[in-house]
């Protein structure tokens, strides 16, 4: 790929980068480049919600706007995309759009720096929808942080937002035909390059110069054929991780691939669904609804919006850490893996994929394509973190579970735990105590007791190698509690909020 540049529209304007580094942020982008400077940044890693802007993409020809984070947006991943910046907001008379007079009628701004922010997710939540009740300005919000007014007057803004209405009138619903037709006429791949000065070269005087290279792929075949060439490139899918190498450690990511566009199929069949890798956690929000809801609120509590939004499922399982948390459920579901090198595939167990700390079963130029889910089939689930916040924390300890039983008695279990070892892992000892047993408490608590046999956990400031084992008996005990049908609930009620 060559003279392939970088294109996007910024708010009304269109963007041309025929130089750019694949460490380029949206944020430096906006508020040095272009002097957009209403998107802040706060934290630098997708937690705070100051740098909050709305990113438009094509899917299916029906263009789709979200809440993504500016800070770990990568400049090469805005390609194809409309970026709405809090500077392009207006009411239909020019002045303040209704989610911003609504946070000034309501006394929902104090200092003011977390305020664009907040108004860009609660912009993406009013052209969503349009009359949402608590709990769901509250979700909207898991990615934003205030820390001087509270949150109650910045949810009755939300709330008096949408009863004012308007969304026909915005700019995105009058211009959505001409932003379409925009999109769909830019050439689907770019590839960039930029040339960096390292310092002196090794006759310690001549200035050492490195070519930075950032590439995002027409299609998963031109992905493939890209990362076989290079297989040392850096795999950039929604960059929730990667965003932190740059902003956090520094570190060089060059060359990088920019996957997040790609691997969007969600394929249904009369045994399991397919899963294409660089589906988003929002993205999958309708098929667990729709075939996994008693693990919903277990998704919704995966990073905020804006990290739900941009965050994939295949990148949550390539990263290999042991703290993420869709492996854990994934691998209690019975969920296959597809990794394809070129136009060879070969698809194994989820659970065999983690080898070790920080190794995965996964060869030079290749790449995890699709994940395949088994369904259920009247198998009891769970799913369960414990983080020391509610939402948009990363868990200590989690769990997924799938009993099936039958007459009374347990015929098949499988249990998995992330942040209890090295990689994601089954409790087998704990597994084989529960199956061919009676669905009873006595059963549970058995297998509460056995889990210790299963895991060796580190200390580390998220929790202690003991309080890890008593997270994960207890987890065994939630879960029979929850089945016992006990007139107290023993999670969080989403009815009545968090």
């Known amino acids: 790929m060559t003279d392939a540049p970088i294109r996007f529209l910024l708010n009304d304007t269109e963007i041309v980068l025929t130089e750019a580094g694949p460490g380029d942020t949206l944020l430096d982008f906006l508020r040095l480049g272009r002097g957009l400077t209403g998107t802040k940044e706060g934290c630098a890693e997708g937690d705070c919600g100051a740098c ?81 009740d ?89 992905f493939a054929a890209v990362l076989a060439a290079n297989p040392q490139a850096t795999i950039v899918a929604g960059a929730t991780d990667v965003g932190l190498w740059v902003t956090k450690m520094m570190r ?21 669904i397919r899963i294409g890798a660089g589906v988003t956690y929002s993205e999958l929000a309708p098929v667990i609804a729709a075939h996994f809801p008693e693990v919903e609120d277990y998704v919704l509590r995966i990073g905020g919006w804006q990290i739900r939004n941009a965050g994939t499922i295949g990148g949550n399982i390539a990263n290999g850490s042991p703290i993420g948390e869709m492996p854990p459920l994934l691998i209690a579901l019975g969920a296959r893996i597809v990794l394809r090198h070129r ?3 070969r698809e194994l167990a989820l659970e065999d994929f983690f080898i070790d700390y920080g190794k995965q079963d996964r060869a030079p130029g290749e790449f995890l394509e699709t994940i395949v889910i088994p369904k259920t089939g009247g198998a009891i689930l769970a799913a369960y973190k414990l983080s020391k916040r509610a939402s948009a924390d990363i868990s200590a ?40 047993q009676p669905f ?14 299963d895991f060796n956990p580190l200390s580390d400031f998220r929790a202690s190698l003991a309080y890890r084992h008593a997270v994960a008996a207890n987890f065994f005990r939630r879960f029979w509690l929850e089945q016992a049908g006990l007139e107290a609930p023993v999670r969080l009620n989403r009815a009545v909020g968090d």
């Open 52 to 132: 909050t802007v709305v990113a438009g993409r094509l899917h299916d020809g029906a263009l789709v706007y979200e809440p993504v984070n500016a800070c770990i947006r990568f400049l090469a991943a805005c390609h194809g995309c409309h970026i709405v910046t809090v500077e392009h907001l207006k009411g239909p008379d020019g002045g303040l759009h209704p989610v911003q007079r609504a946070m000034v009628d309501h006394h929902a701004s104090q200092c003011g720096f977390c305020t664009p922010g907040f108004v860009m997710a609660l912009y993406g939540l009013w052209m969503e929808n349009p009359a949402p």
């Open 134 to 222: 608590v709990v769901q300005v509250e979700t909207a919000l898991q990615g934003n942080l205030c820390r001087c007014t509270g949150y109650e007057p910045i949810v009755r803004a939300a709330l008096a937002a949408g009863r004012a209405g308007g969304q026909m009138q915005d700019a995105l619903a009058v211009e959505r035909a001409a932003v379409t037709a925009k999109l769909a006429a830019i050439p689907p791949g770019a590839d960039v390059f930029r040339n960096v000065e390292r310092g002196a070269g090794p006759d310690g005087e001549t200035p050492f110069h490195n070519m930075e290279r950032a590439v995002v792929p027409a299609d998963t075949d031109q």
């Open 252 to 272: 060089p990511i060059s060359p990088a691939i920019f996957v997040g566009h790609l691997m969007k199929e969600i394929e249904e069949t009369p045994d399991a």
């Open 343 to 345: 136009e060879t595939r």
């Open 397 to 436: 300890v989690a769990a997924g579970f799938r009993v099936e039983v039958r007459d009374d008695r347990i015929v098949t279990a499988r249990v998995a735990f992330g942040g209890m070892a090295g990689v994601p892992k089954r409790a087998r000892h704990a597994e084989i105590g529960l199956i061919g």
């Open 440 to 453: 009873a408490a006595e059963t549970f608590e058995a297998a509460a007791r056995a889990v210790a046999q």
